[in-house]
């Protein structure tokens, strides 16, 4: 259970480290920024036509008397838009690292640079162009996974009692073990770690994506607060990849050397 605290402490060293380099937060936003107007036009688009599209999609109701036609319908409806809303939240940070790749690339190095004992930071050695394709490939993977996952979850909630108590819980952590891979793979992308291998490290230490992602995951579900956390979740998800693959930082020396002052 301690890697819980682990994940959610790197969460915070995001955003602090974010709140030290301004400029580089400022970048980071853009890609945010752009992002959540295009999922706001979307689902408002879906508010305004989505009952024509339940009309369009379930012509046998239409001979059915009232109010049975209307109170279908409207559920039907409202259930369309909750499952947007689900897949949103399960695929803003997918949509968005696709979007801000150069930019989160550079952020990214930046964390590298700053941690690194050697103030160097790995780099793939690709071409951007190949580097984006790699990308939207296993941001697609990841995606079909996440679907299968809120289908399953969106259609486990209309069970009783478990489906309105157990079934959000296990979606939060779901959706935070989504998001801490799709943050990692940022930077575990530049040191030519596949997507396999990303979810078995991921896999084997559950715990510390959960910490990291499921906070960041329940912070989402608050309009506009992605859009200013994705630069420190990106930073944050450096610093945990570097302890995935076991990578030392500065801080990690400097609090090693503090423990060794302490025992003398």
Do not use: C, N
């Not at 969106?154 to 799709?182: K, M, R, S, Y």
């Amino acid at each position: 259970m301690r890697d819980l605290g682990v994940g959610f402490g790197y969460l915070l060293k995001g955003q602090r480290w974010v709140a030290r380099h301004g400029r580089q937060y400022g970048f980071g936003l853009l890609p945010g920024l752009i992002t959540l107007l295009l999922y706001a036009a979307a689902l408002v688009s879906l508010a305004l036509w989505g009952g024509d599209f339940v009309a369009w999609a379930t012509p046998f109701a239409d001979d059915w008397s009232s109010p049975w036609e209307g109170l279908f319908r409207g559920f039907l409806t409202a259930v369309l838009f909750a499952l947007a809303l689900l897949l949103s939240v399960l695929t803003f940070t997918a949509a968005t690292l696709l979007i801000g790749q150069p930019f989160y690339e550079s952020l990214s190095e930046r964390v590298d640079r700053d941690v690194s004992p050697d103030g160097t930071a790995p780099e793939s050695g690709l071409p951007l162009h190949r580097e984006l394709w790699i990308s939207a490939r296993d941001s697609l993977r990841i995606l079909f996974r996440a679907v299968l996952w809120g289908v399953l979850l969106f259609g486990l909630g209309f069970l009783p009692v478990v489906g309105q108590t157990v079934v959000p819980v296990i979606g939060f952590f779901v959706t935070g073990f989504f998001l801490a891979e799709e943050l990692t793979a940022v930077a575990l992308q530049r040191r030519r770690v596949d997507l396999r291998e990303r979810l078995a490290l991921l896999r084997g230490r559950r715990t510390l994506a959960w910490g990291f992602g499921t906070p960041l995951g329940l912070a989402f579900l608050v309009p506009f607060v992605a859009v200013f956390l994705m630069p420190g979740a990106v930073a944050g998800a450096t610093l945990m990849a570097r302890d995935l693959l076991g990578e030392e930082t500065r801080d990690d020396e400097a609090d090693q050397a503090a423990k060794e002052e302490i025992t003398r």
